[in-house]
């Protein structure tokens, strides 16, 4: 059965650092582009990044470029976000999400499974 699973979410101060992790069992997922989305409340699900199978290839958001960083270890069948410079309006229910290719990543439609989500608060 596939599960994704998040961690790593939790309560920081302005400026803060968290790394976000996605576990990722039941697909092969080095076979598997990766994603992190974010949904704050009232607001639509958004991407924030994305990485490719081998993880030569990555995306951001503009709204997090420069600040968080997507990676991979292929071997531990895991995604991270490295996020740094929080600011309180990255306060959000973190996702991560698969999907195939390195294609239209920055739809939510695209992805074929998620994680449970992750709370990141950020205080000012």
């Known amino acids: 059965q596939e599960q994704l699973v998040d961690s790593g979410g939790g309560l920081v101060q302005a400026g803060g650092s968290l790394r976000l992790s996605c576990a990722v069992s039941g697909l092969t997922f080095s076979t598997y582009a990766m994603g992190w989305f974010r949904q704050a409340p009232g607001k639509e699900r958004e991407f924030v990044a994305a990485?490719?199978?081998?993880?030569?290839?990555?995306a951001y958001a503009d709204s997090v470029k420069g600040r968080f960083t997507i990676s991979r270890d292929n071997a531990e069948n895991t995604v991270y976000l490295q996020m740094n410079s929080l600011k309180p309006e990255d306060t959000a229910v973190y996702y991560c999400?698969?999907?195939?290719?390195?294609?239209?990543?920055?739809?939510?439609?695209?992805?074929?499974?998620w994680g449970q989500g992750t709370q990141v608060t950020v205080s000012s």
């Open positions: 990485i490719s199978r081998g993880g030569a290839s990555t």
């Open positions: 999400a698969a999907k195939r290719s390195f294609t239209r990543v920055v739809y939510t439609t695209a992805y074929d499974y």
